[in-house]
């Protein structure tokens, strides 16, 4: 705190103005944390994602037949939520992609996201019998989320399976620290917190730097 405070009082100093002595200080704090903590969002991502987006629609105007692309767009709407969107482009895929476990998982995930939650629970245990480690292990984690508030035990048993085969992923221990509470259960809640944080202490420092988000969270549980 009192290196944030030298800093802004030297920066108040050299630029003569407190609000942009303050956009600068942040500015610098934001690009110490990506470039070496990760816990801040990416601002190039999101920009780099739209433009992607407005070049595939563009050439899939022009050649509607490249399922590739589709599956690309879909899978780029997904990250921005645009859940209706991607699954409009999904569902006319199915019969050629009925053997894709990253198509059943897509399409799962959209069908849940947009209220057929029954037909998003089907499609994403599907893309598991398909291949039990696609998206690695993702729809475990997005189940967990369904049966979250309805089915706690059955939302417990998908995140031990995550974390069979994500066994350094903090964000799993993080999801059962939190259904530990729901249960009422914080004694095991607090040890999933420790457990996943001693987990974290062990990995190297390319992967910590993914996994800090999630770490900090743990901190807080714990």
């Not at 509607?64 to 939520?81: F, G, H, T, Y």
């Not at 996201?113 to 993702?138: D, F, P």
């Not at 994500?166 to 993080?174: G, N």
Request: proline content about 3%; overall charge positive.
């Amino acid at each position: 705190m009192f290196k944030l405070t030298f800093l802004f009082l030297w920066l108040y100093w050299l630029l003569g103005n407190p609000i942009i002595a303050i956009l600068v200080l942040l500015v610098v704090l934001y690009l110490l944390d990506r470039r070496f903590v990760g816990i801040s969002p990416s601002i190039l991502k999101p920009l780099k994602r739209l433009s992607r987006i407005r070049k595939l629609k563009a050439h899939i105007a022009g050649s509607p037949n490249d399922v590739s692309a589709k599956q690309e767009l879909a899978r780029l709407l997904i990250e921005r939520k645009k859940f209706k969107e991607a699954l409009q482009l999904l569902e006319p895929l199915q019969r050629t992609l009925e053997d894709s476990a990253e198509y059943w998982d897509a399409l799962g995930h959209s069908q849940a996201e947009t209220g057929n939650v029954e037909q998003g629970i089907a499609s994403m245990n599907n893309a598991l019998k398909l291949n039990a480690r696609v998206k690695y292990g993702a729809p475990y984690l997005r189940l967990a989320d369904i049966y979250a508030n309805t089915d706690a035990e059955k939302a417990l048993d998908f995140l031990r399976q995550f974390q069979q085969i994500q066994s350094s992923s903090c964000e799993a221990y993080y999801r059962m620290a939190q259904l530990y509470s729901k249960l009422g259960r914080q004694n095991e809640a607090k040890e999933a917190a420790k457990e996943g944080l001693m987990m974290y202490r062990t990995l190297p420092r390319y992967k910590k730097r993914s996994e800090r988000g999630y770490a900090v969270r743990l901190l807080f549980k714990k």
